[in-house]
């Protein structure tokens, strides 16, 4: 069974997740910095996805995941995410979860891995 999210542009989430981290007193640069140790893409790729209507399905296909994404571990929408079991979902998880640590403050040293 394919996710709904899958297919949902990353364009439509991207400016939720700079706006939870904003309503904390964090920066959009905090969160393009953790998308882009997650994914290797810099600033004008996002933006290029973003733009582009990218679904997360592509933005993750086209993404270089970091070697330590595996050490990203908690809870994230009641699930584990080190437990889920389809790579995708994993990787948004993933995404997810270390927006929700910029959003509550974590040091970036320590959200980095």
């Known amino acids: 069974m394919q996710h709904r999210i899958f297919g949902m542009p990353f364009g439509t989430v991207y400016p939720l997740y700079i ?3 904003e309503r904390k007193g964090r920066t959009k640069d905090e969160v393009d910095e ?5 994914t290797g893409f810099d600033e004008a790729a996002i933006q290029r996805h973003v733009e582009a209507g ?3 399905a592509d933005f993750f296909a086209d993404a270089e995941l970091n070697p330590h994404a595996s050490l990203i571990t908690g809870v994230i929408c009641g699930v584990r995410v080190e437990q889920i079991e389809d790579p ?6 993933y995404l997810d979860k270390l927006v ?3 959003a509550r403050g974590k040091a970036m040293a320590k959200i980095l891995r």
């Open 19 to 21: 706006a939870k981290a």
């Open 34 to 38: 953790v998308i882009t140790w997650l």
């Open 54 to 56: 990218t679904t997360f």
């Open 88 to 93: 995708l979902m994993q990787k948004i998880r």
């Open 100 to 102: 929700d640590e910029v």
